[in-house]
């Protein structure tokens, strides 16, 4: 069931455009007028797909599968990320250090390993999110709080100093400070040990 009347016009739009270039479909590809009224789609496959088609590198959310087939996996993660879109995205594998691998190498706001990643959505200690031009924020966790949340940095002085020693104007005597400063915290060897102990 689709909830918007305007969706229905996106996937069969992504369907008429697969088949216009090439796909073949296997099931599926029509509107379920049977379940009329209503917005049905019936579940539908397609294979021979290819990226120049909207079914592969536009969100359709709605029930269609395009399959294509893939000679490795480094072509496999460069397809699933060839697109603006990153919402969700699945691993299916038997070999679960191969899926984990390539799940955090896919660009998608949730990846599900041997799962549907809507199930993910019941995690409210997990955020919820698409990243590129996926979703609107995050909810759920502490992310989705924030994302309800303006940040604010406020900076205010110790009270202790007339001026920082970076600020100007500057003497050599400051500089000095500041360059011994940066040997004890960078420096390596000899030339932090002359700058802790104050040899020049």
Request: aromatic share 10%; glycine share 10%.
């Given at each position: 069931?689709?909830?918007f009347?305007?969706?229905?016009?996106?996937?069969?739009?992504?369907?008429?455009?697969?088949?216009?270039?090439?796909?073949?479909?296997?099931?599926?590809?029509?509107?379920?007028?049977?379940?009329?009224?209503?917005?049905?789609?019936?579940?539908?496959?397609?294979?021979?797909?290819?990226?120049?088609?909207?079914?592969?590198?536009?969100?359709?959310?709605?029930?269609i599968?395009?399959?294509?087939?893939?000679?490795?996996?480094?072509?496999?993660?460069?397809?699933?990320?060839?697109?603006?879109?990153?919402?969700?995205?699945?691993?299916?594998?038997?070999?679960?250090?191969?899926?984990?691998?390539?799940?955090?190498?896919?660009?998608?706001?949730?990846?599900?390993?041997?799962?549907?990643?809507?199930?993910a959505?019941?995690?409210?200690?997990?955020?919820?999110?698409?990243?590129?031009?996926?979703?609107?924020?995050?909810?759920?966790?502490?992310?989705?709080?924030?994302?309800?949340?303006?940040?604010?940095?406020?900076?205010k002085?110790?009270?202790?100093?007339?001026?920082?020693?970076?600020?100007?104007?500057?003497?050599?005597?400051?500089?000095?400070?500041?360059?011994?400063v940066?040997?004890?915290?960078?420096?390596?060897?000899?030339?932090?040990?002359?700058?802790?102990?104050?040899?020049?």
């Amino acid at each position: 069931a689709i909830i918007f009347p305007r969706q229905m016009d996106v996937i069969d739009d992504h369907v008429k455009d697969a088949l216009g270039k090439g796909a073949k479909l296997l099931a599926g590809g029509e509107r379920n007028q049977d379940l009329a009224p209503g917005y049905y789609y019936r579940p539908t496959v397609l294979t021979n797909v290819n990226h120049s088609m909207k079914v592969m590198t536009e969100e359709t959310f709605g029930p269609i599968i395009p399959i294509m087939a893939v000679k490795t996996e480094e072509e496999a993660i460069k397809l699933a990320n060839d697109s603006v879109y990153g919402l969700t995205a699945g691993v299916w594998s038997q070999n679960p250090e191969r899926a984990e691998r390539v799940a955090k190498r896919i660009e998608a706001g949730t990846v599900a390993i041997n799962d549907c990643g809507a199930n993910a959505f019941g995690f409210c200690e997990a955020p919820w999110f698409g990243v590129k031009e996926s979703g609107f924020g995050a909810v759920h966790s502490k992310e989705g709080v924030r994302n309800f949340s303006k940040v604010k940095h406020i900076v205010k002085d110790r009270g202790w100093m007339r001026k920082e020693l970076h600020w100007f104007p500057n003497n050599a005597k400051n500089y000095n400070i500041l360059s011994r400063v940066v040997d004890v915290l960078f420096g390596k060897g000899e030339r932090r040990w002359k700058a802790l102990f104050g040899e020049e």
